[in-house]
């Protein structure tokens, strides 16, 4: 993991501000959805890409049965059945 050196305080709603040199890094734009998730005693940001939950490629995915399922992956259920 590499320290950016930036220190953010959290407001009195549990705010941060991502600072624009992250957000431009990182392609993260206004509105767009942040994924959290806990590692330990870390508190780790992913900008959120919903993938398909057997080959995790995000393109081409669909909401099938409550999960997100690429077509290829579909098609390949299909043939197992």
Same mark, same amino acid.
């Given at each position: 993991? #590499?320290?950016?050196?930036?220190? /953010? ?5 549990? /705010? ?6 992250? /957000? #431009? ?16 005693? #870390? ?24 999960? /997100? ?13």
């Amino acid at each position: 993991m #590499k320290s950016t050196g930036i220190v /953010r305080k959290i407001d009195e709603l549990g /705010r941060i501000v991502l600072p624009m040199e992250i /957000r #431009k890094t990182m392609d993260i734009k206004e509105k767009d959805a942040i994924e959290v998730f806990i590692d330990g005693d #870390k508190i780790i940001l992913t900008k959120y890409q919903p993938s398909c939950v057997f080959c995790n490629d995000a393109s081409d995915v669909i909401f099938f049965g409550g999960k /997100r399922i690429c077509r290829e992956c579909l098609s390949k259920l299909k043939e197992q059945l």
